[in-house]
């Protein structure tokens, strides 16, 4: 797609990488809708943005259904949208048996249900042709110790992704996914930051991962993972799980540790290399 006078919707506008990628598509020459939670941070966010005058904010929260009405209700009386970008998502570093049913309910929604919600809503008001990217994780191609519920979800939005552009084969709409490996952003707190430093993973900048979103939008890639070798792990965690599995299983002391961090550990935290680095956006 042309991202130069092209209108975008992007979710999660305010995290660390919505921000970056509200930036470049902005320096593109895109007009953004910013959508997000506080109109406070919209607003600081778009004082930084190339031509502010030519971007929306909507506040709304997108696990809510009032909210989805909001955002669709905004979208239909606005003359074209051309791109839906769903990048708005959470997680948190916890076994399943800490996590709350708040949390789990959170995790599937936020990552899962309401982009497929909003994809939904978007068929009837995107133009044709048009876009719709949804940000998932390296995670959602490899299930991994203290993410079970973020896999989960992002291996749904994976497929549904998938699926859905398949069903929109000629319609002149495309559904693309895109994959980030572990990105700096704030939503990762300090143990987590502490254990991707021992256990020696690479991490991206959120500039990073918003030049991929403006490659993807201009070639329209069906997919695209981000960073190597993550790379090749989902790929071969597809084909032999059990390299995969072996791998982290070198790491399990390390991730015990930060796991249940009142519990002295027997031994003394692994630093081996981490063959898939912890995801958060």
């Given amino acids: 797609m042309e991202i130069k006078q092209s209108k975008i919707m992007l979710t999660g506008a305010t995290g660390g990488i919505g921000h970056s990628i509200a930036q470049q598509l902005a320096n593109e020459g895109a007009q953004l809708i910013l959508v997000g939670r506080s109109q406070a941070k919209l607003r600081s966010l778009l004082a930084t943005l190339a031509n502010p ?3 929306q904010i909507v506040v709304a929260d ?13 979208a239909m009386q606005s003359p074209r949208i051309n791109a839906l970008i769903n990048n708005a998502g959470c ?29 939904q809503s978007a068929l009837s008001w995107l ?3 048009g876009v719709m990217l949804n940000i998932g994780s390296t995670f959602g191609s490899i299930g991994y110790p203290g993410y079970s519920v973020y896999c989960a979800a992002k291996a749904g939005l994976h497929r549904f992704s998938e699926a859905l552009d398949r069903e929109l084969e000629g319609s002149g709409l495309r559904v693309l996914y895109l994959a980030p490996r572990a990105t700096d952003t704030e939503l990762n707190n300090a143990a987590v930051k502490q254990m ?11 500039d990073v991962v918003a030049n991929h979103v403006v490659a993807m939008l201009k070639q329209e890639t ?13 790929r071969i965690n597809q084909i032999l799980p059990s390299v995969v599995a072996s791998a982290i299983h070198k790491q399990q002391a390390t991730l015990q540790h930060f796991l249940h961090p009142s519990v002295k550990p027997s031994v003394q935290p692994s630093v081996q290399p981490l063959s898939q680095p912890i995801d958060h956006k």
């Fill in 91 to 119: 997680n948190q570093f916890k076994l399943l048996s800490q996590k709350t049913d708040a949390e789990l309910e959170q995790e599937i929604q936020v990552n899962l249900l309401a982009p497929i919600q909003l994809c």
């Fill in 196 to 206: 991707n430093q021992q256990l020696g993973n690479k991490i991206d900048t959120p």
């Fill in 127 to 129: 133009t044709q042709p």
């Fill in 53 to 55: 005058e030519q971007h």
């Fill in 62 to 74: 997108i696990t809510t259904v009032q909210g989805l009405r909001q955002i669709n209700h905004f």
């Fill in 222 to 234: 069906s997919a695209k993972w981000i960073g190597w070798p993550e790379k090749l792990f989902a």
